[in-house]
């Protein structure tokens, strides 16, 4: 084949083969669904058996051979499960039928609820969560993280467009507690762990440095403690990461890096640059009233660490109760 023919060839190869991939994508989803269907109604059936006892489900076991492994005895009594956690409606309606058989079966077996359950199956589908992920999501708490704290913080919530962008409480499960003794430190762990740091931030966010090193013209050095960069809204974010309570004096270091880097950094391409302080706690009053009349795109989040994450959920559900 001459040059342009072969030019020809290796695009057609290229959409045939994402053709394919499309499709097998598409099939095994059909097969999927299809399967769990399959296994709520004989779990359904099973369920309607219960006084037989459990020689019942050993002798279906071993009479269902023929068709495949799927029908051990423990995988029937976890099609019972499955059928007994579920309504059909739910099974139709919710895009539980459409993702993996036993990442299904784990989202049942951890919720302590009906809405934690339908909440996973949700977020599962949503994100392609991997059975893994699940469990991470379950240790992380994050349904419950989920009810009691808005997506993001009420001070972003004031710019539409940083709406998404930032969350009120950050997990940082990835980080040792005890080895975390001033900020310096904080910021070297969550560097040193920087896929899962970027990860629990968001999606969209691509690291640029750590300690970044500002120059003024007359020479004076200053240093941030994170810097990324967002590519959604093509604007540098900067984080401050502060090893206790939210003071209003924070603000200003803040706002001084946010614009230096407005002036020494960002180009026409980019939008203004976004500011974040990371601490542990803070009161809602302060912060409201320290950025009140601020313009700048500045944000307050907190974090937890996974030892802490129990007890600070609990202290919110209590407070929401009140």
């Known amino acids: 084949m001459n040059d342009v023919i072969n030019s020809d060839y290796i695009d057609d190869l290229n959409k045939i083969k994402e053709t394919i991939r499309q499709n097998q994508n598409k099939a095994m989803v059909i097969v999927n669904s299809a399967m769990i269907m399959t296994y709520y109604e004989i779990g359904t059936i099973i369920n309607s058996r219960k006084t037989w006892g459990s020689k019942y489900i050993q002798k279906l076991s071993e009479d269902l051979k023929e068709y495949g492994k799927g029908y ?10 499955v059928a007994a956690n579920l309504t059909i409606e739910e099974i139709r309606q919710q895009p539980a039928a459409q993702i993996p058989w036993f990442t299904l079966v784990t989202i049942i077996s951890q919720s302590y609820s009906h ?3 339908l909440w996973y199956i949700n ?8 059975r893994s992920e699940v469990l991470q999501k379950f240790k992380e708490q994050a349904y419950e ?3 009691v704290e808005p997506n993001t913080t009420s001070i972003v919530k004031k710019d539409n467009s940083l709406k998404e962008i930032f969350k009120d409480t950050y997990v940082f499960d ?4 005890n080895m975390i003794k001033t900020e310096r430190d904080l910021t070297k762990s969550l560097v040193d762990n920087v896929v899962s740091f970027i990860s629990e931030m968001g999606s969209d966010f691509a690291f640029v440095g750590k300690e970044y090193k500002i120059t003024t013209p007359t020479g004076k050095k200053y240093y941030i403690d994170i ?8 604007a540098y974010v900067v984080i401050e990461v502060k090893n206790r309570k939210f003071n209003p004096s924070d603000l200003g270091q803040l706002l001084f890096y946010v614009n230096a880097i407005n002036v020494l950094k960002k ?15 803070s009161d809602s009053f302060v912060v409201e009233n320290t950025l009140k009349d601020i313009h700048n795109k500045i944000g307050v989040s907190k974090y937890k660490f996974i030892e802490d994450l129990t007890l600070y ?7 929401n109760n009140r």
């Open 227 to 234: 810097l990324l960069y967002h590519l959604a809204l093509h």
């Open 123 to 130: 977020k599962t589908h949503k994100y392609g969560w991997s």
């Open 115 to 117: 809405e934690e359950m």
């Open 72 to 81: 051990s005895t423990r995988n029937l009594k976890l099609m019972s499960q």
């Open 174 to 177: 990835f980080v040792n507690k």
């Open 313 to 319: 959920l609990t202290e919110r559900i209590k407070n």
């Open 267 to 281: 180009t026409n391409r980019d939008d203004d640059t976004i500011g974040l302080v990371l601490c542990i706690d």
């Open 145 to 147: 993280l989920g009810l």
